[in-house]
């Protein structure tokens, strides 16, 4: 994690987001005066799951993963986050906590913002607030999707799940599965890496998907969500 400041080539002085432009003038002030500017590198955790939240973090650029770390060294993957999103916002509205880990998939420039200051724009403006509540129910009722793949499906079902959902991010992500290691998909589905590989290679032998070294290409879409349906 390195800070950036003015002087560095690599500070964003303005930040162009829809969601700040709903701000006024003072509210702008408000977020520049509390914000700080960091480079995390990849693999630098940005969030620790249990730690104290004391800033929510703006993902400037860069891919990070979010996940949930359970005993014996497990976690499970929720989400991915791209640019545009925040990281951490349920502590603005629940406890002082964060609820997940997340790990830069890449290099990544944050905007760390004092969350006092976030909670003072949000109880005072109204459209900049329903956009964040709105974002943060959306992510909700996708991890609802999430727990119930993991509840009633078998493996062959998450991994077509999980599959499909990292897929459906190439539009803005082209990479995404080169970014993705074998235990990182396995985490996305809830199973061992091990079962993940053979079943990738039983996809492959069925004419589902194409593996070339870390990435992966799904040949058919129609077939892997009949098998997501049937869990």
């Known amino acids: 994690m390195e800070t950036i400041t003015e002087n560095d080539q690599a500070f964003i002085c303005d930040i162009q987001a829809p969601c700040f432009q709903m701000l006024s003038s003072q509210e702008a002030d408000l977020v520049r005066n ?22 929510i973090l703006f993902l400037i650029s860069g891919v990070v993963k979010q996940y949930i770390e359970g005993s014996d060294n497990r976690s499970f993957n929720l ?19 964060y609820s997940y ?23 005072g ?11 943060h129910f959306n992510q909700n009722a996708d991890l609802h999707e999430v727990l119930q793949n993991q509840q009633f499906k078998q493996m062959h079902g998450r991994l077509a799940s999980s599959l499909l959902y990292l897929n459906a991010l190439k539009s803005t992500l082209p990479n995404i ?31 589902l998907v194409e593996l070339q070294e870390k990435d992966i290409t799904l040949l058919d879409l129609e077939k892997l969500k009949e098998i997501q349906k049937r869990g």
């Open 177 to 207: 599965f080169q970014l993705m290691t074998r235990k990182d998909l396995a985490d996305f589905a809830g199973i061992s890496t091990e079962s993940t590989v053979k079943l990738l290679k039983s996809f492959e032998k069925e004419g």
């Open 79 to 97: 989400r991915i986050v791209q640019a545009g999103d925040f990281i951490g916002l349920s502590s603005v509205f629940a406890k002082n906590t």
């Open 34 to 55: 509390s914000k700080t500017q960091v480079l995390f590198r990849k693999g630098d955790t940005l969030t620790k799951q249990g730690a104290f939240a004391s800033y």
């Open 125 to 135: 403006n109204g459209t900049f607030s329903y956009q964040l509540i709105q974002r």
């Open 101 to 123: 880990s997340t790990t830069a998939l890449t290099d990544c420039q944050v905007m760390l913002i004092g969350k006092e200051s976030l909670s003072n724009i949000i109880q």
